[in-house]
């Protein structure tokens, strides 16, 4: 089974909208943690928020927010007030295991994300 | 800010050659990570390491090997390199903390075509 799913495949919004990327996760760890990379056409994997399992509110990074329902294991990426340099790539990622154990990042297959003008 | 240094952005070799892909990080980060990114696949491990000559097999190990002689240096090795290898290639590190929410921080990538 997948550990990471992001089924949509490509998604659009317009310009000053409100855009969710879904992400569903799979673990049966109680300790993890929930990444959202953005990778623009040139390349670099930007790191945009993290969320843990045990954190309780939902994270926020400026434009950027995690709508964590860990019962359904979801872990959605809503970016406010969508601009032009947001079209990229975006990744969900998961750690599993405590805090400080050497442990990888398990990527989904991403989600495209075009903002129209 | 955590430098993560690809030596190449863009490479072509050819079917047979030994291929070496070198990764520098500068933030003294004991766990490095390399990752190969294919359409429709995201990305899958390689390798990775968690310290000085120490290594782990990732996801999709066959074809490769690794080096970690020093601590900010990870290189990437196709023994002999095949069309299949062709791929986009990310190197990553990042630091053992107390929480678990320490991202790993990528470099640009190298671009790899194996004619």
């Known amino acids: 089974a997948q550990k990471i799913t992001q089924t949509q495949p490509g998604m659009f919004v317009q310009e000053k909208e409100a855009v969710t990327l879904d992400c569903t996760y799979d673990?049966?760890?109680?300790?993890?943690?929930l990444f959202w990379y953005k990778q623009p056409s040139s390349g670099e994997m930007i790191f945009l928020i993290y969320q843990g399992s045990y954190d309780q509110q939902n994270a926020t990074e400026g434009r950027y927010s995690l709508n964590f329902q860990k019962a359904r294991k979801s872990a959605n990426l809503v970016i406010s007030a969508s601009q032009l340099g947001d079209s990229a790539m975006y990744f969900c990622a998961m750690r599993e295991g405590p805090p400080g154990a050497n442990s990888k990042l398990t990527f989904g297959k991403g989600i495209t994300l075009s903002v129209r003008p | 800010d955590v430098k993560v240094t690809q030596s190449s952005r863009y490479l072509v070799k050819r079917t047979g050659e030994k291929v070496f892909l070198e990764c520098v990080q500068d933030?003294?980060?004991?766990?490095m990570f390399w990752y190969r990114q294919d359409p429709g696949l995201g990305l899958r491990l390689i390798y990775f390491?968690?310290?000085?000559?120490?290594?782990e097999k990732g996801d999709i190990p066959e074809g490769y090997s690794v080096s970690r002689e020093k601590k900010e240096r990870f290189s990437l090795i196709l023994e002999s390199a095949s069309t299949n290898q062709t791929s986009m290639y990310l190197c990553a590190s990042y630091s053992l903390g107390r929480v678990n929410n320490q991202p790993q921080h990528f470099g640009d990538g190298t671009r790899l075509s194996i004619l």
């Open positions: 933030m003294d980060h004991e766990n």
């Open positions: 390491s968690y310290d000085v000559k120490m290594k």
């Open positions: 673990t049966s760890d109680p300790s993890y943690g």
